[in-house]
C-alpha cells in the first residue's frame, strides 16, 4: 500500500466491500438469536453505531494523516502497548482470513461436492496473492466492480423472493422491549465494524482526505439498509424458529425462488453472489495484516511477506474439523476479537485528544 493512491468512489466502495463481505451469509442467525424477530432492529443500529466509531477513525486519520493505525498506536498509547495492539490486530486479521477462507470452501461443497476442497483453496489463493502483488490500487479498481455487482445480485434475491413472505412474521415489533436488541448489539456492531477496522489501514491511500467522511457514510448508509432488508426478509420467510437451524439462510432462500412456478435454480444467482463477495471479503481481510505485519516490523515493502502469509493462511483455514466449529469460531470472533478492537478506536483517538497528538 503505503504511497499507493485511490478515489473517493473507490473508497465508498471499499467500504461497501467491507460492510457487506461475506456477512450477509451469516448475519441472520446470530442476529435471530439475540434479538428474535427484532433482529432487523439490531442491524440497522449496529451500522449507525458503527458509522460513529469510522467517524472517531477519520478524525484520527486527520491528526496522522500519513499513518496507519498500526503506525501510530504507539505513538498514541506509548510504545509498547501499541505495538502489542497493533500486533493483535495484525492477528487478528489474519486468523479472519484463514476463518473466511474456510467458510467459502464449506459453501463450495453445495455447487461442487466432488471437488476436493485443498484445489479449491489453492486457487482462491492463487487469486488472492496475484491482486496483492500487483497492488492495492488493483483491488480497489476491482472493488469497484465487484461491489456493485454483489449490491445487484442481493437486490435480485431480496426482489424474486417477496411474492414468497410472509410479513406477519415481523409483528409485534419490540414485543419484549428494548433488551433484546440491545444484546443483538454485542454481535451485530462487531460485523458492521468490520470495514471500519479495514479502513483503519487504507484511509492514509486516499488521495482527497476530505470526501472520506461522505465514503464512510454513504457506505455505512448502503450497508446497512441492505443487510437490514436480508435480515428481514429472511424473518418474513422463514420465521425466527426455522431461519436460526439454517446454516446459511440466504442460500436456503435462494432454493425457493421461482418465477411463474416455472423458472427455478435461482442457487446459480447465490453462487455468483458468493464468488463475488467471498472474492472480495478475502482481500478485506488479507490486506491488514499484511501491510501492518510490514509496517510493524519497519519493512520498507510489504508484498516479500503476501506469499508466506498465505500459506499460514491455507493451514489454518484445515484446523476446523467441521462446518459446526467453523460456525463457532464466526460467533466467537464477534465479541472476544472483533468488539475489543472496534473499541479501541474511540479509545485512541480520546487518548490522542487528552495528549493533544497529531503528526506534527
Same mark, same amino acid.
Given at each position: ?6 478515489? !473517493? ?13 461475506? /456477512? ?20 440497522? @443500529? ?6 460513529? #466509531? ?20 504507539? *505513538?498514541?498509547?506509548?510504545? /509498547?502497548?501499541? +505495538?502489542?495492539?497493533? @500486533? ?11 476463518? /473466511? ?46 461491489? *456493485? ?12 423472493? %417477496? ?51 461522505? !465514503?464512510?457514510? #454513504?457506505?455505512?448508509? /448502503?450497508?446497512?439498509?441492505? %443487510? ?39 442457487? !446459480? *444467482?447465490?453462487?455468483? $453472489? ?15 495484516? &499484511? ?5 510493524? @516490523?519497519?519493512?520498507?515493502?510489504? +508484498?516479500?511477506?503476501? *506469499?508466506?502469509?498465505?500459506?499460514? #493462511?491455507?493451514?489454518? !483455514? ?10 463457532? &469460531? ?12 472496534? $473499541?479501541? #478506536? ?15
Amino acid at each position: 500500500m503505503y504511497k499507493e493512491k485511490i478515489s !473517493a468512489n473507490q473508497a465508498l466502495m471499499l467500504v461497501l466491500a467491507g460492510g457487506v463481505g461475506n /456477512i450477509f451469509v451469516v448475519i441472520a442467525v446470530p442476529a435471530i438469536k439475540d434479538a428474535g424477530r427484532d433482529g432487523w432492529i439490531s442491524v440497522l @443500529l449496529a451500522y449507525g453505531i458503527a458509522a460513529l #466509531i469510522g467517524l472517531t477513525l477519520i478524525q484520527l486519520g486527520k491528526r496522522f494523516p500519513d499513518k496507519t493505525f498500526v503506525q501510530y498506536l504507539p *505513538i498514541v498509547i506509548g510504545k /509498547i502497548p501499541g +505495538k502489542i495492539a497493533g @500486533l493483535f490486530y495484525i492477528i487478528a486479521f489474519w486468523v479472519m482470513t484463514a476463518h /473466511i477462507l474456510r467458510v467459502a470452501l464449506e459453501l463450495m461443497k453445495f455447487f461442487l461436492p466432488e471437488t476436493p476442497s485443498v484445489y479449491v483453496s489453492i486457487l482462491m489463493s492463487i487469486l488472492m496473492v496475484y491482486v496483492m502483488k500487483k497492488g492495492f490500487e488493483v483491488f480497489s479498481r476491482t472493488a469497484e466492480f465487484f461491489s *456493485i455487482t454483489m449490491i445487484v445480485l442481493i437486490f435480485i434475491l431480496i426482489l424474486f423472493i %417477496l411474492p414468497d413472505l410472509e410479513w406477519a412474521n415481523l409483528a409485534p415489533v419490540m414485543e419484549n422491549g428494548v433488551m433484546p436488541v440491545i444484546k443483538g448489539l454485542r454481535t451485530q456492531v462487531p460485523y458492521a465494524a468490520e470495514t471500519i477496522l479495514f479502513m483503519a489501514i487504507w484511509l492514509p491511500c486516499l488521495n482527497d482526505g476530505k470526501k472520506a467522511t461522505k !465514503a464512510l457514510l #454513504i457506505g455505512m448508509l /448502503i450497508s446497512g439498509i441492505l %443487510l437490514t432488508a436480508l435480515v428481514a426478509v429472511n424473518i418474513a420467510f422463514a420465521g425466527i424458529e426455522l431461519t436460526p437451524k439454517q446454516l446459511y439462510p440466504v442460500f436456503y432462500i435462494s432454493s425457493y425462488i421461482q418465477i411463474a412456478n416455472t423458472f427455478a435454480g435461482f442457487e !446459480a *444467482i447465490f453462487m455468483t $453472489l458468493w464468488l463475488s463477495t467471498a472474492y472480495l471479503a478475502l482481500q478485506v481481510f488479507f490486506y491488514p495484516p &499484511v501491510v501492518g505485519l510490514a509496517q510493524w @516490523l519497519n519493512l520498507k515493502d510489504y +508484498k516479500p511477506l503476501i *506469499i508466506p502469509m498465505t500459506i499460514v #493462511i491455507i493451514a489454518l !483455514a484445515t484446523v476446523p474439523s467441521n462446518v459446526i466449529e467453523v460456525l463457532k &469460531v464466526d460467533t466467537l470472533k464477534n465479541p472476544y476479537v472483533i468488539l475489543p478492537l472496534s $473499541l479501541l #478506536i474511540p479509545f485512541v483517538w480520546v487518548v490522542s485528544v487528552i495528549r493533544k497528538l497529531d503528526e506534527s
